[in-house]
């Protein structure tokens, strides 16, 4: 579906609506999805993104929890491509790093030391690591001359690297959203079918239930309900908790309209055909009712995703979402929570930038999937 | 339109009632209990007579009983207004509500007012001029507010302003000012402190705003009584202002409804971040701190402005929009 769908290599011959007509939905919708420019930018960053949090321990030069100890609350390494003398340099290097205390203060501060060139090579050896937790290897995309170290976004006040932090960050952040939206759709779908196509008693609780939970606030039941995981679980244990947690807040939504819709099948004739065709319920839901509600429910998802990434953010931001050992990018950004530590190490504050790609490009994407989901509709 | 507001308030009180129920649920899912946790507290600080202060607390806060009694006696209480005592501050909720409230809509009101305002009147203009450079400069703009929480924006701001001033905004007043008499300076210390939630709260605010109304306003101007309004020779500004916007604002009115809530906790985290004294971080410190009936209080409070500004947006609509009454 994704290959090149151009018109003009359609038979000859044929107007441009013919040619239109000739194309399945799949074709229709991509093209429709193609029209949209920023849609299309937002899905190649994603795919950048997601690429670079699944090989975040090749990309990342050093491992998630490697601490430094020389280098506690170093401000951002500058690449250099040009010496103090104006030579350019290929591979890029940085200067060395002298550390100054305070006397008074006993504050470490940095000052580069423009004399000391070190190189960076590309797919050097570095820190040992097993790579998706199958082969062992040191190699790294990029690592820095001994005795330096390189630390693109600067270091917490472990003296642990923050770029390498926000790439194995990225994994859960990224991740934890899918799943909670999976599993909101799981969910959302399987009620919203039953309660539309049975009706009656069981509609009507249905309905109920879920007028309730969307009364109350969605951040408040998100800080109300993470703080019910268990501060002793295992960290996958509250991985998929915090997963849990983010999808109950938008099931009740995505159940409604998968409601909406099969209300509107339920008599269509293909429903009535495959009644008398003594299709049992089960079967007249999943292989009639469901696919017919998947392209909206694919719309809704693609919209949820970004609000669940964020609330990933907000929860663990404040303690109570994701928590250490695991790392995300709320988890990150949890060290800057202290104002007077973010006013010192400002770069704390990097990973937003991170959040602010990826939910930004998940909304160019969402509006992108929203207009392709009914490629028949007047432009 | 009687009948109809008389069904939707019969229909709202078992709502609420089960939202009672499922919010105190919620309350009490953390294991562990505040008072247990107190005791640890000042058994570590060495303090004799913890286990006999814990005893007395949980007696007066009910925690040995079983859940549902405990419940049925918080419940009676709730609806003659009697709110019970928060256990953090050892003082009755409503005191803290109402030392609270007052501050949170002074910060979030004005921010409400001004973000719907700016929204508004940017979204019109973005919809009446689709797919220009300010169009496509407002979505982007808009894109970005939606997707960088207002936290980040706070803390950011922070940053910048200790950077550029050398001080650094939190809480409501500096330091020499925390206790001193109201003056004209203490005013202006204060407005200084404010301007960076109410920026943010703004920023976030409107660029929903904006998206919201443009997307409307395109999908009104689409139809076809725009057209014969246009046939008919009125001026472009009346059938834009006039007939349009005025039906392209509906939907705004359903969201209106959120608002009360929103005006509550709708910014809680940039108030904490920024040390304010305001109802949302009292709400994360009890939920913290298992301080169940005030975070029991607060949610309760929350959900039931969303079920009463939801009544009232919908009958505003019914009142506005009478396709809609007879559902």
Same mark, same amino acid.
């Given at each position: 579906?994704?290959?090149?769908?151009?018109?003009?290599?359609?038979?000859?011959?044929?107007?441009?609506?013919?040619?239109?007509?000739?194309?399945?939905?799949?074709?229709?919708?991509?093209?429709?999805?193609?029209?949209?420019?920023?849609?299309?930018?937002?899905?190649?960053?994603?795919?950048?993104?997601?690429?670079?949090?699944?090989?975040?321990?090749?990309?990342?030069?050093?491992?998630?929890?490697?601490?430094?100890?020389?280098?506690?609350?170093?401000?951002?390494?500058?690449?250099?491509?040009?010496?103090?003398?104006?030579?350019?340099?290929?591979?890029?290097?940085?200067?060395?790093?002298?550390?100054?205390?305070?006397?008074?203060?006993?504050?470490? %501060?940095?000052?580069?030391? %423009?004399?000391?060139?070190?190189?960076?090579?590309?797919?050097?050896?570095?820190?040992?690591?097993?790579?998706?937790?199958?082969?062992?290897?040191?190699?790294?995309?990029?690592?820095?001359?001994?005795?330096?170290?390189?630390?693109?976004?600067?270091?917490?006040? %472990?003296?642990?690297?923050?770029?390498?932090?926000?790439?194995?960050? =990225?994994?859960?952040?990224?991740?934890?959203?899918?799943?909670?939206?999976?599993?909101?759709?799981?969910?959302?779908?399987?009620?919203?079918?039953?309660?539309?196509?049975?009706?009656?008693?069981?509609?009507?609780?249905?309905?109920?239930?879920?007028?309730?939970?969307?009364?109350?606030?969605?951040?408040?039941?998100?800080?109300?309900? =993470?703080?019910?995981?268990?501060?002793?679980?295992?960290?996958?244990?509250?991985?998929?908790?915090?997963?849990?947690?983010?999808?109950?807040?938008?099931?009740?939504?995505?159940?409604?309209?998968?409601?909406?819709?099969?209300?509107?099948?339920?008599?269509?004739?293909?429903?009535?055909?495959?009644?008398?065709?003594?299709?049992?319920?089960?079967?007249?839901?999943?292989?009639?009712?469901?696919?017919?509600?998947?392209?909206?429910?694919?719309?809704?998802?693609?919209?949820?995703?970004?609000?669940?990434?964020?609330?990933?953010?907000?929860?663990?931001?404040?303690?109570?979402?994701?928590?250490? $050992?695991?790392?995300?990018?709320?988890?990150?950004?949890?060290?800057?929570?202290?104002?007077?530590?973010?006013?010192?190490?400002?770069?704390?504050?990097?990973?937003?930038?991170?959040?602010?790609?990826?939910?930004?490009?998940?909304?160019?994407?969402?509006?992108?999937?929203?207009?392709?989901?009914?490629?028949?509709?007047?432009? | 339109?009687?009948?109809?507001?008389?069904?939707?308030?019969?229909?709202?009180?078992?709502?609420?009632?089960?939202?009672?129920?499922?919010?105190?649920?919620?309350?009490?899912?953390?294991?562990?209990?505040?008072?247990?946790?107190?005791?640890?507290?000042?058994? =570590?600080?060495?303090?004799?007579?913890?286990?006999?202060?814990?005893?007395?607390?949980?007696?007066?806060?009910?925690?040995?009983?079983?859940?549902?009694?405990?419940?049925?006696?918080?419940?009676?209480?709730?609806?003659?207004?009697?709110?019970?005592?928060?256990?953090?501050?050892?003082?009755?909720?409503?005191?803290?509500?109402?030392?609270?409230?007052?501050?949170?809509?002074?910060?979030?009101? $004005?921010?409400?007012?001004?973000?719907?305002?700016?929204?508004?009147?940017?979204?019109?203009?973005?919809?009446?001029?689709?797919?220009?450079?300010?169009?496509?400069?407002?979505?982007?703009?808009?894109?970005?507010?939606?997707?960088?929480?207002?936290?980040?924006?706070?803390?950011?701001?922070?940053?910048?302003?200790?950077?550029?001033?050398?001080? =650094?905004?939190?809480?409501?007043?500096?330091?020499?000012?925390?206790?001193?008499?109201?003056?004209?300076?203490?005013?202006?210390?204060?407005?200084?402190?404010?301007?960076?939630?109410?920026?943010?709260?703004?920023?976030?605010?409107?660029?929903?705003?904006?998206?919201?109304?443009?997307?409307?306003?395109?999908?009104?101007?689409?139809?076809?009584?725009?057209?014969?309004?246009?046939?008919?020779?009125? $001026?472009?500004?009346?059938?834009?202002?006039?007939?349009?916007?005025?039906?392209?604002?509906?939907?705004?009115?359903?969201?209106?409804?959120?608002?009360?809530?929103?005006?509550?906790?709708?910014?809680?985290?940039?108030?904490?971040?920024?040390?304010?004294?305001?109802?949302?971080?009292?709400?994360?410190?009890? %939920?913290?701190?298992?301080?169940?009936?005030?975070?029991?209080?607060?949610?309760?409070?929350?959900?039931?402005?969303?079920?009463?500004?939801?009544?009232?947006?919908?009958?505003?609509?019914?009142?506005?929009?009478?396709?809609?009454?007879?559902?």
């Amino acid at each position: 579906m994704t290959a090149a769908i151009d018109l003009r290599t359609q038979p000859s011959g044929m107007s441009i609506e013919e040619r239109r007509a000739m194309l399945s939905v799949n074709q229709l919708m991509w093209l429709r999805f193609r029209r949209n420019r920023l849609a299309v930018i937002g899905m190649i960053i994603l795919i950048v993104m997601y690429t670079m949090a699944f090989f975040a321990d090749f990309l990342a030069p050093y491992t998630v929890d490697q601490t430094h100890q020389k280098y506690v609350s170093t401000p951002p390494t500058g690449l250099q491509l040009f010496d103090t003398q104006g030579e350019f340099h290929w591979p890029p290097f940085v200067y060395g790093l002298q550390s100054k205390t305070d006397p008074d203060t006993f504050r470490r %501060t940095y000052v580069p030391k %423009t004399e000391e060139l070190y190189s960076v090579h590309f797919f050097g050896h570095g820190e040992p690591y097993k790579m998706f937790g199958l082969f062992s290897t040191d190699r790294h995309f990029f690592v820095v001359d001994e005795p330096r170290k390189i630390f693109l976004l600067g270091t917490d006040s %472990t003296g642990r690297d923050l770029f390498s932090r926000v790439l194995y960050g =990225a994994r859960i952040s990224l991740s934890v959203g899918l799943v909670g939206v999976i599993l909101s759709l799981v969910i959302g779908a399987f009620i919203g079918v039953t309660s539309g196509y049975f009706g009656g008693v069981m509609d009507n609780i249905i309905q109920r239930i879920i007028e309730v939970i969307s009364s109350i606030p969605q951040i408040p039941l998100w800080l109300a309900l =993470a703080a019910a995981v268990p501060p002793n679980w295992s960290p996958i244990r509250v991985y998929f908790g915090i997963a849990v947690v983010l999808s109950f807040v938008t099931w009740g939504g995505l159940a409604r309209q998968v409601r909406g819709i099969v209300l509107g099948l339920r008599d269509a004739d293909f429903v009535i055909a495959a009644r008398y065709a003594n299709c049992s319920d089960l079967r007249i839901i999943v292989r009639h009712l469901l696919p017919n509600t998947l392209s909206h429910v694919l719309v809704i998802a693609t919209v949820a995703i970004p609000g669940m990434i964020l609330g990933e953010t907000a929860l663990s931001f404040l303690g109570l979402g994701i928590r250490p $050992p695991m790392t995300s990018w709320g988890v990150l950004l949890n060290e800057a929570q202290h104002v007077r530590v973010l006013l010192q190490q400002p770069w704390l504050l990097m990973p937003a930038i991170f959040v602010l790609v990826t939910i930004v490009s998940f909304n160019f994407v969402g509006d992108g999937v929203r207009d392709a989901a009914d490629p028949f509709a007047a432009a | 339109m009687v009948r109809y507001i008389l069904r939707r308030i019969l229909i709202a009180i078992p709502t609420l009632f089960m939202i009672a129920v499922v919010g105190y649920i919620t309350m009490e899912l953390p294991p562990g209990d505040y008072v247990t946790r107190y005791v640890a507290q000042l058994e =570590a600080s060495g303090q004799s007579g913890a286990r006999e202060r814990g005893a007395v607390l949980r007696t007066l806060y009910n925690l040995d009983d079983p859940t549902t009694v405990r419940f049925a006696h918080w419940i009676t209480r709730f609806v003659q207004g009697d709110f019970g005592d928060s256990m953090i501050y050892q003082r009755p909720i409503r005191e803290l509500v109402a030392e609270r409230l007052p501050l949170t809509l002074a910060l979030t009101f $004005p921010a409400f007012i001004l973000s719907w305002l700016i929204g508004i009147s940017l979204g019109i203009y973005s919809a009446t001029h689709q797919y220009s450079i300010s169009d496509n400069v407002l979505t982007v703009l808009a894109f970005l507010g939606l997707g960088l929480p207002g936290f980040l924006i706070a803390l950011a701001l922070l940053v910048v302003t200790w950077r550029v001033t050398g001080n =650094a905004y939190i809480g409501l007043f500096s330091g020499e000012f925390a206790s001193a008499p109201w003056s004209l300076a203490k005013v202006l210390d204060l407005a200084k402190h404010l301007w960076i939630p109410v920026m943010v709260v703004v920023v976030t605010g409107t660029a929903w705003v904006v998206r919201v109304m443009r997307g409307n306003l395109l999908d009104e101007l689409r139809v076809n009584y725009v057209q014969a309004v246009r046939a008919k020779g009125v $001026p472009e500004s009346t059938v834009i202002l006039k007939h349009a916007v005025r039906n392209a604002f509906h939907p705004l009115l359903m969201a209106l409804g959120g608002v009360l809530a929103w005006l509550i906790s709708g910014t809680s985290i940039v108030e904490q971040v920024l040390g304010l004294p305001t109802l949302g971080p009292l709400f994360i410190q009890a %939920t913290l701190e298992q301080d169940i009936y005030l975070s029991g209080t607060i949610l309760i409070i929350i959900s039931f402005l969303l079920v009463l500004g939801n009544l009232l947006a919908d009958i505003a609509l019914a009142w506005l929009d009478p396709r809609i009454r007879f559902d």
